[in-house]
């Protein structure tokens, strides 16, 4: 493992190339693991780097997309890039539209989706289509193992039920053959923007044309993006038809806490959502 200390005023630099590697140095010490750096740059702008840093990102495997027969597995070190150029099926089809709407193309060129849900900001443009994805995320340690469903991995806004000495592995998305999707934003401008509210949906149909999975995930109107579990209830066994939108209540989003900001009024967002949730269903419908 390549190790340096920086300066005699900064932080440790370690770059494990194994997981074990890895695993062991955060057993050990507490550190900032670094993967695309998007966020962690950004939050040190003119700053020293002071506290040791894990780079993850000579780790092989960490790396890469693969089928595993019943589910999709995301390497943690996998980029938005990665994602806009995969093969994928139409179940994924709004979270490549969700990575192209992270940053600009050199954000997705080095951002990572793993970093991405563990940096945990409530306007994360990639978390919502992975919750409607039914995304679980992969917890690795020396002791253990754990298999954690995103809605349960983030917590709130910056928090995550990651222990110090544990490592995001994975991200695993179950297999949906006859899924499609959709993904909606809104900001004040198309690229390049925190969003106002978004919209994830996933929608699976069988061959009798009825619903046998609904996925639907909100961003930005709350302190962590929400599934809204009663509305996706609502749409299972209904037979997939122009129009079915009209399902969608107002009662529906009641789970979501948006607030007023400069990018809008809590009451603006919770009107936006609805209306999303509305086009991102039909959208997902008739992919």
């Keep these: 493992m390549e190790t340096r200390q920086l300066t005699a005023t900064t932080g440790v630099y370690l770059r494990p190339q194994t997981i074990g590697e890895?695993?062991?140095?955060?057993?050990?010490?507490?550190?900032?693991?670094?993967?695309?750096?998007?966020?962690?740059?950004?939050?040190?702008?003119g700053q020293a780097i002071t506290e040791p840093?894990?780079?993850?990102?000579?780790v092989p495997e960490l790396q890469g997309i693969r089928d595993e027969g019943a589910q999709w597995r995301i390497g943690a070190t996998v980029t938005w890039s990665n994602i806009v150029r995969a093969d994928f099926p139409a179940q994924f089809r709004g979270l490549q539209a969700?990575?192209?709407?992270?940053?600009?193309?050199?954000?997705?060129?080095?951002?990572?989706v793993a970093g991405n849900i563990c940096n945990a900001s409530p306007a994360a443009d990639g978390?919502?289509?992975?919750?409607?994805?039914?995304?679980?995320?992969?917890?690795?340690?020396?002791?253990?193992?754990?298999?954690?469903?995103?809605?349960?991995?983030?917590l709130g806004s910056r928090k995550i039920a990651r222990l110090p000495s544990e490592l995001v592995?994975?991200?695993l998305i179950p297999k949906r053959?006859?899924?499609?999707?959709?993904?909606?934003?809104?900001?004040?401008?198309r690229y390049l923007v925190i969003s106002i509210a978004m919209v994830a949906a996933v929608i699976e149909i069988d061959t009798a044309g009825v619903i046998t999975?609904?996925?639907?995930?909100?961003g930005s109107c709350s302190a962590a993006a929400k599934r809204l579990s009663a509305l996706?209830?609502?749409?299972?066994?209904?037979?997939?038809?122009?129009?079915?939108?009209?399902?969608?209540?107002?009662?529906?989003?009641?789970?979501?806490?948006?607030?007023?900001?400069?990018?809008?009024?809590?009451?603006?967002?919770?009107?936006?959502?609805?209306?999303?949730?509305k086009r991102a269903i039909e959208e997902a419908l008739h992919e």
């Design 22 to 45: 890895a695993l062991k140095a955060l057993a050990t010490m507490p550190l900032t693991i670094l993967a695309g750096g998007t966020d962690f740059y950004a939050a040190r702008t």
């Design 53 to 58: 840093v894990l780079d993850i990102t000579a």
């Design 98 to 112: 969700a990575a192209r709407a992270v940053g600009g193309v050199q954000v997705q060129n080095t951002g990572t």
């Design 127 to 154: 978390i919502p289509a992975l919750m409607a994805l039914d995304a679980r995320v992969e917890v690795s340690s020396l002791s253990e193992t754990r298999i954690v469903p995103l809605t349960e991995f983030v």
């Design 169 to 171: 592995t994975g991200i």
């Design 177 to 189: 053959d006859r899924a499609k999707s959709s993904f909606l934003k809104l900001g004040h401008r």
């Design 213 to 218: 999975y609904a996925g639907v995930a909100v």
């Design 232 to 277: 996706e209830q609502k749409l299972l066994g209904r037979q997939a038809s122009r129009g079915l939108s009209a399902l969608v209540e107002a009662h529906d989003l009641v789970a979501l806490t948006p607030i007023d900001d400069v990018r809008g009024t809590g009451a603006y967002r919770r009107d936006a959502a609805l209306t999303l949730v």
